[in-house]
């Protein structure tokens, strides 16, 4: 089973940064695309910065310019910079991995359990 734990959330002054980690653990093979995504109160989980093992990476309009993905594959870490937060950024975070467990020959999707960012204006 491939595990991923988010960390770094919480409240922060409209202005602000943080900066999310996500650690992925477990019976891991390989690890492809990853990704944040975020889901606010009443709202559709949305795609906010994606990063693939090698290549460019993608963000949400809302977010480009704020934020920064990346990702350390020797240590299985993928990392969110939020600067500027902004009220309208409040939201559940999650971590998305596209991984292979190594019991298996095909990628699965994996979360993690999400963490809160809260920018208070």
């Known amino acids: 089973q491939v595990q991923l734990v988010e960390s770094g959330g919480g409240l922060v002054q409209a202005g602000g940064s943080l900066r999310l980690s996500c650690a992925a653990s477990g019976s891991i093979a390989s690890i492809g695309d990853v990704a944040w995504y975020r889901q606010a109160s009443g709202k559709q989980r949305e795609l906010v910065a994606a990063?693939?093992?090698?290549?460019?990476?993608n963000y949400a309009d809302s977010v480009k310019g704020r934020f920064t993905i990346s990702r350390d594959n020797a240590k299985n870490m993928v990392y969110l910079q939020m600067n500027s937060l902004k009220p309208e950024d409040t939201a559940v975070y999650f971590c998305?991995?596209?991984?292979?467990?190594?019991?298996?020959?095909?990628?699965?999707?994996?979360w993690g359990q999400g963490t809160q960012v809260t920018a208070s204006s």
């Open positions: 998305y991995h596209r991984a292979r467990d190594r019991r298996w020959t095909f990628y699965s999707d994996y």
């Open positions: 990063i693939p093992r090698s290549g460019s990476t």
